[in-house]
């Protein structure tokens, strides 16, 4: 790890105007990774080896995210890591604007949106005795998920069962009694920002300030 965080040097002489953006520490690869990647510590090491080797981040891997490759590595490999300031094309989602702050997405390696905190309310939906898939769109796995009545009279609601399947990263799954119609709640507590997009995505790659963590 590097012993000193300079950003910016200005001075007479040999030194003079010299500048760095960004602060580089040097990781070995737990993986194939691509340059611009989100890189997260590699939680199957054992020991310090934890956060000596880095892999693409996943979504799971949010609040392990280092910071963005400068070079593609396969496993064993060193990659060098942009672990504060300035990285010129870090991976992105479709449609990330200048300014936008980011974190790990559902895909390894990218940066999306942060979320900060989410919350998806669904519109009516009547129950077919059937698991029915119900379309989120928090990006990840929601930290918590659950179907309420849409009528809370118990009159005209009557009992129904609500049978919870194994939700996604793009669907709440539930399986619930024929004709009791019902709302799903979906949140993610994910999606602290780890990088802010200094330019719009093209071609899935933007500039980006990574947010120095150590």
């Known amino acids: 790890m590097a012993t000193s965080t300079l950003i910016q040097f200005l001075g007479p002489g040999e030194g003079a105007a010299t500048s760095n953006r960004a602060q580089v520490e040097t990781f070995l690869a737990g993986g194939t990774i691509a340059a611009g990647d989100a890189v997260a510590f590699?939680?199957?090491?054992?020991?310090?080896?934890k956060v000596l080797y880095v892999i693409e981040a996943t979504a799971a891997a949010k609040a392990l995210i280092v910071g963005i490759a400068k070079n593609g590595a396969v496993a064993g490999e060193k990659v060098e890591v942009v672990v504060g300031g300035?990285?010129?094309d870090a991976d992105v989602a479709t449609g990330v604007t200048a300014g936008a702050q980011l974190s790990g997405s559902a895909t390894a390696g990218r940066?999306?949106?942060a979320s900060g905190g989410s919350v998806f309310l669904s519109a009516p939906i009547t129950g077919t005795?059937?698991?029915?898939?119900?379309?989120?769109?928090l990006g990840v796995v929601p930290d918590l998920v659950f179907a309420i009545p849409d009528n809370l009279n118990v009159v005209t609601t009557g009992q129904y069962t609500v049978t919870t399947g194994v939700h996604t990263s793009t669907n709440a799954i539930f399986t619930v009694t024929t004709n009791k119609v019902y709302r799903v709640v979906a949140v993610s507590f994910a999606g602290t920002p780890v990088a802010t997009a200094l330019s719009a995505?093209?071609?899935?790659?933007?500039a980006v300030w990574v947010h120095k963590k150590f």
Do not use: C, P, V, W
């Not at 005795?129 to 769109?137: L, S």
């Open 42 to 49: 590699d939680l199957s090491k054992t020991g310090a080896d």
């Open 86 to 88: 300035y990285a010129a």
């Open 111 to 113: 940066l999306g949106l």
């Open 129 to 137: 005795g059937a698991a029915q898939n119900t379309a989120h769109g």
């Open 201 to 206: 995505e093209s071609s899935n790659k933007a």
